[in-house]
């Protein structure tokens, strides 16, 4: 079981996706918000000491996965990315990785790889959140 302040969030322009992603996380205890676009998302607001990890779709319509880190990135939000791509190649994968990106999972993936890739990417935030506090 997670922390109940720390939360999954899952960004895939595909409803059926994010409904299915959503579902099989809370089932093993994640909190999820999700969101049909990289607009949406950042469009919302975190608290400052928000701890989660991002699980983005690589291609959306508008901005797609790849930018969106970079533009979060770029706005000083460090949430680790476990990326999911059913259209995956290997230098996208590497691109993503050097840009931070934990995890890089082609559809369809087990069950079980993803939710591993998010605790772990859930235990790497905790980890920068509290270098962060302990910076202050």
């Not at 930018?67 to 680790?80: A, C, I, N």
């Not at 591993?116 to 790497?124: G, L």
Request: with cysteine; proline share 5%; aromatic share 6%.
């Amino acid at each position: 079981m997670t922390n109940p302040e720390v939360e999954v969030f899952i960004v895939d322009d595909d409803p059926s996706m994010r409904n299915a992603l959503k579902r099989l996380l809370m089932t093993v205890g994640f909190r999820t918000r999700v969101f049909s676009s990289a607009a949406e998302l950042l469009d919302a607001e975190f608290p400052a000491d928000a701890v989660g990890c991002l699980l983005l779709d690589v291609k959306m319509p508008g901005m797609n996965g790849m930018d969106l880190q970079e533009e979060l990135t770029r706005r000083g939000l460090h949430f680790p990315v476990v990326f999911i791509t059913g259209h995956g190649t290997v230098p996208m994968s590497v691109k993503a990785m050097k840009a931070g990106a934990l995890d890089f999972l082609e559809k369809p993936f087990e069950e079980q790889d993803l939710i591993q890739a998010i605790s772990r990417a859930m235990e790497s935030g905790r980890k920068s959140l509290a270098r962060q506090l302990e910076a202050r």
